[in-house]
């Protein structure tokens, strides 16, 4: 069983470590994974590129988006519903717009004395002196309704057939007793 293997301790970077960190470094060309330096003409090893590991930028960015959609999110929802109530509001302004133009058309014509003299005889009743006026009692006030005597209506009215039997049953069982107001003939008499 091998020990523990030695530490080896690091430099601090120095002048010459930055000189090598400024160097470009190539991806392997040939089919030995050597890469070749066009500035001094020697063939160095490129270092190993580490594997793309969970950093302190993306944890950064992660929270900053995250942060974005929350402190945006209801605001976005605040602005869309302001929209909808803004277009509603719209709507119900050409509504009362047009409400008011038929009140002025109105108005217009109730400041015309034929037509006062129309909704008067129409309305109220009234007839100019010298005029009979004769009121039909009874009469239908619309004449364009259907007759209802259609066989589906009539069928409607009945009973269905279970439950006409389960009332005779009833009625057989708690027989319905007459009640008469008129007062005993003992009772008259007592009197």
Same mark, same amino acid.
């Given at each position: 069983?091998?020990?523990?293997?030695?530490?080896?301790?690091?430099?601090?970077?120095?002048?010459?470590?930055?000189?090598?960190?400024?160097?470009?470094?190539?991806?392997?060309?040939?089919?030995?994974?050597?890469?070749?330096?066009?500035?001094?003409?020697?063939?160095?090893?490129?270092?190993?590129?580490?594997?793309?590991?969970?950093?302190?930028?993306?944890?950064?960015?992660?929270?900053?988006?995250?942060?974005?959609?929350?402190?945006?999110?209801?605001?976005?929802?605040?602005?869309?519903?302001?929209?909808?109530?803004?277009?509603?509001?719209?709507?119900?302004?050409?509504?009362?717009?047009?409400?008011?133009? !038929?009140?002025?058309?109105?108005?217009?014509?109730?400041?015309? /004395?034929?037509?006062? #003299?129309?909704? %008067? $005889? &129409?309305?109220?009743?009234?007839?100019?002196?010298?005029?009979?006026?004769?009121?039909?009692?009874?009469?239908?006030?619309?004449?364009?309704?259907?007759?209802?005597?259609?066989?589906?209506?009539?069928?409607?009215?009945?009973?269905?057939?279970?439950?006409?039997?389960? !009332?005779?049953?009833?009625?057989?069982?708690?027989?319905?007793? /007459?009640?008469?107001? #008129?007062?005993? %003939? $003992? &009772?008259?008499?007592?009197?």
């Amino acid at each position: 069983m091998a020990g523990p293997r030695p530490r080896i301790p690091r430099r601090s970077p120095g002048p010459a470590d930055d000189a090598v960190r400024d160097t470009p470094r190539r991806a392997p060309h040939g089919p030995d994974g050597d890469t070749h330096d066009s500035l001094d003409g020697s063939s160095t090893l490129a270092a190993p590129t580490p594997a793309h590991s969970f950093n302190g930028r993306l944890v950064a960015l992660v929270v900053v988006v995250t942060l974005i959609v929350f402190l945006a999110a209801p605001t976005a929802k605040i602005f869309l519903d302001q929209r909808a109530q803004i277009s509603e509001l719209q709507a119900s302004i050409a509504h009362e717009q047009e409400r008011q133009q !038929q009140l002025k058309r109105e108005e217009q014509l109730w400041g015309d /004395d034929s037509y006062v #003299e129309q909704q %008067a $005889r &129409e309305r109220m009743s009234y007839v100019k002196p010298g005029e009979n006026a004769y009121v039909v009692l009874g009469a239908q006030q619309d004449t364009h309704q259907a007759v209802e005597s259609s066989a589906e209506q009539v069928e409607a009215g009945k009973p269905a057939w279970a439950d006409g039997l389960w !009332q005779s049953v009833v009625d057989s069982a708690y027989p319905q007793q /007459d009640i008469t107001l #008129e007062p005993d %003939a $003992r &009772e008259s008499s007592d009197q």
